[in-house]
């Protein structure tokens, strides 16, 4: 399974310190590692912009390859999934 964390996901790692929480940054490293967890160039930039939490943006950095740009045909389903919400307007 993938996993597609937004800013708002991320951000709330910041309430789980590493030295407390080990077991969550470990299942997290496991998902990177695995390439189960991923997020997108527009998240990164958020972050960045943001400033989410200085444990939580330096473990990012490290992990920056999950920040990736969408292909056309993700850009496609993501457009087809949101039509239903959001109808284009004529």
């Keep these: 399974m993938i996993y597609v964390f937004d800013t708002s996901s991320l951000s709330k790692l910041k309430h789980f310190f590493p030295g407390v929480f080990k077991s969550v940054?470990?299942?997290l490293d496991g998902l990177v590692q695995s390439g189960e967890l991923i997020s997108t160039r527009e998240v990164w930039n958020e972050i960045e912009r943001g400033d989410v939490d200085p444990h939580t943006n330096k473990w990012l950095k490290d992990r920056?390859?999950?920040f990736t740009t969408p292909t056309a045909d993700e850009l496609a389903s993501a457009r087809n999934i949101t039509s239903n919400f959001c109808p284009a307007k004529s």
């Design 25 to 27: 940054w470990t299942g």
């Design 64 to 66: 920056k390859q999950i």
